[in-house]
């Protein structure tokens, strides 16, 4: 099993940053897991923020959904198990709860649906008023 717990949420003003963090644990986590970032605002479904996948010896290839390129950054730290999530330029229709995900099979492609990742987190609160 492994356990996702994000952190760093809050509420912030249009223009401001944020980071958040994904910890992982759990006997079989390691760095070739695919770890993805999703957000979810209310009434809406679950939706592909930003996602790393293990391309290589040291090695990862990024994909950030388009309404966040430019604005948003994902990366990991793999000596502390911990993916994060750089969002700078906050916009008020990025409201939402942030997901973080997992998943243990790696792929040609960086999956982009929730059915697709095992393991989740808990999820973390990301307000940003205008």
């Known amino acids: 099993q492994v356990q996702l717990v994000e952190s760093g949420g809050g509420l912030v003003q249009a223009g401001g940053s944020l980071r958040l963090s994904c910890a992982a644990s759990?006997?079989?986590?390691?760095?070739?897991?695919?770890i993805a970032w999703f957000s979810q605002a209310p009434g809406k479904e679950r939706e592909f923020v930003a996602g790393t996948r293990w391309i290589g010896v040291n090695a990862y290839s990024g994909e950030l959904a388009a309404s966040v390129k430019g604005r948003f950054t994902i990366f990991r730290d793999n000596a502390k198990n911990t993916m994060y999530l750089q969002m700078k330029s906050l916009r008020p229709e990025d409201t939402a709860v942030y997901y973080c995900?997992?998943?243990?099979?790696?792929?040609?492609?960086?999956?982009?649906?929730?059915?697709?990742?095992?393991?989740w987190g808990q999820g973390t609160q990301v307000t940003v008023s205008s």
């Open positions: 995900a997992a998943r243990a099979t790696v792929g040609t492609t960086l999956p982009r649906n929730t059915y697709e990742y095992d393991y």
């Open positions: 759990g006997r079989t986590f390691s760095s070739r897991y695919v």
